[in-house]
Structures are given as structure tokens and as C-alpha cells.
């Protein structure tokens, strides 16, 4: 299964909210039992982690669901170039599915 592609906007200083489903045919696939692992990078190659979402994943079991929240506090002092890239992994019993991948735009807050 090949990653979908899904950017990602924060918003500094804003707490960044996603949610999502993992389906298949039809159906949410059960997540007990997995981890997840999601990092944004300035490139995929880059040694440099910008920062490491893995604490702001919950996974929701038998519903399928993903849900990532990063806090306000964490967004905030973010500077980087655009875009960056993230992915995000779900493994279990050894296989690490990639399901989601793609770029990462911040836009910079005003308000302060």
C-alpha cells in the first residue's frame, strides 16, 4: 500500500488538530495493538528532526481512527523553511505501514 499523500498546514502558535480513518474495503481498520511514528523533517533525508509528533498521535482501537493534536506551546517557537516533509507510520507485530506522507507548510503567526 503506497502512502497517501497528505500535507499539513500549521498554524504557529495555534494548536494543530487532524483526524483520520484508516478504511479498508469498506471498513475501519482495528488499530489495537498498533504504534504509530510520525517526525517533520526540513527534507527526507535530513538528519534533523523539526519535530516528532509521535506524542500528539492517539489511536482509536477498533474505530480506525488517528487523531493528532499538537498544543499551541509546542507550535509556536516553530521556524523553518518550506516546505518541510513528514510521514506518518502505524506498525504492528513487526510491519510498519506508511499511510500517510507529504509536505509540510507553517504559516507564521501575527499576534502575539
Known sequence: MAAAKKSL????GATLVENWTW????????????????QVRQHPTSSTILLDLVSY???GGVAGT????????????????????WDLNLSVGGKITRLLAGRVYLKEGVTR
Open 57 to 59: 498521535i492517539t489511536l
Open 66 to 85: 488517528i487523531a493528532l493534536e499538537v498544543p499551541d506551546e509546542i507550535t509556536a517557537p516553530l521556524v523553518f523553511s518550506m516546505p518541510a516533509y
Open 23 to 38: 478504511m479498508a474495503d469498506g471498513y475501519p481498520v482495528d488499530l489495537t495493538g498498533y504504534t504509530a511514528d510520525a
Open 9 to 12: 498546514t500549521i498554524e504557529q
